[in-house]
């Protein structure tokens, strides 16, 4: 089967950088990706893994261990817009191209 | 403007009364997908499509139907509403290079009663 485990709720302060971690058992894999969602928004794309390493987009970064079944995203110089959710998500081809998404980790960024 | 459309955005029906919920996407995507978002759950894929005529099941496919007869559409049905279906739902799309991205819709907020 197919399962993503994430923090529910992380809190982090303006200024400062956070990890997010994602753990996965998939069948099949198509890659990890990120997204952002905002409240009563829908999400947004931010990052796609299919290879082991770090890909730096701006001030976010995503990580990915295949064989640890691992990601996570790194969020630097936080500022008060990125809180929001922060959902991970795998794909799955096993004949077909299923998308599992995480329950999301809602971040709080303080002042 | 590349976008994903849905309508309606809300919706408030009662149960067995068959409705549709539609998404087009004007960014010749391939590949569609409908999501349910409850709280604590996150989304779950329920269809998606790689191309016309081609759909498949995600992970909680009961009680939806879909087609995808031209390319830029991919209407949801609910032939018999029931009240565990409230939820909110999302249309997105991709196209089939990478990185995949997909483009979600506004969501749609059904409330079945």
């Known amino acids: 089967g197919q399962n993503i485990d994430q923090p529910t709720e992380m809190t982090a302060t303006e200024g400062a950088i956070v990890q997010i971690n994602c753990t996965y058992q998939?069948?099949?894999?198509?890659?990890l990706f990120w997204y952002q969602q905002h409240a009563g928004e829908a999400p947004t794309f931010l990052s796609y893994n299919v290879l082991d390493g770090l890909e730096e987009k701006g001030r976010f970064s995503s990580f990915l261990s295949r064989s640890k079944g691992y990601s996570y995203l790194l969020l630097k110089e936080l500022q008060m817009k990125d809180s929001a959710s922060y959902l991970c998500?795998?794909?799955?081809?096993?004949?077909?191209?299923?998308?599992?998404f995480g329950a999301g980790t809602r971040l709080f960024v303080k002042a | 403007e590349a976008q994903v459309t849905q309508n309606p955005r809300y919706l408030i029906t009662v149960t067995g009364k068959k409705l549709t919920v539609t998404c087009s996407q004007n960014?010749?995507?391939?590949?569609m997908s409908w999501y349910r978002q409850d709280p604590g759950l996150g989304l779950r894929q329920i269809y998606y499509s790689m191309n016309v005529e081609v759909t498949d099941k995600g992970d909680v496919p009961e009680g939806y139907k879909v087609s995808r007869k031209e390319k830029r559409n991919f209407p949801l049905i609910l032939e018999s509403p029931s009240p565990n279906q409230t939820s909110l739902y999302f249309c997105a799309s991709s196209s089939m290079e990478v990185p995949y991205e997909q483009y979600f819709g506004p969501g749609t907020r059904l409330t079945v009663t």
């Open positions: 998500a795998v794909s799955g081809y096993t004949g077909g191209f299923k998308t599992i």
């Open positions: 998939t069948s099949g894999f198509n890659g």
């Open positions: 960014m010749n995507h391939e590949y």
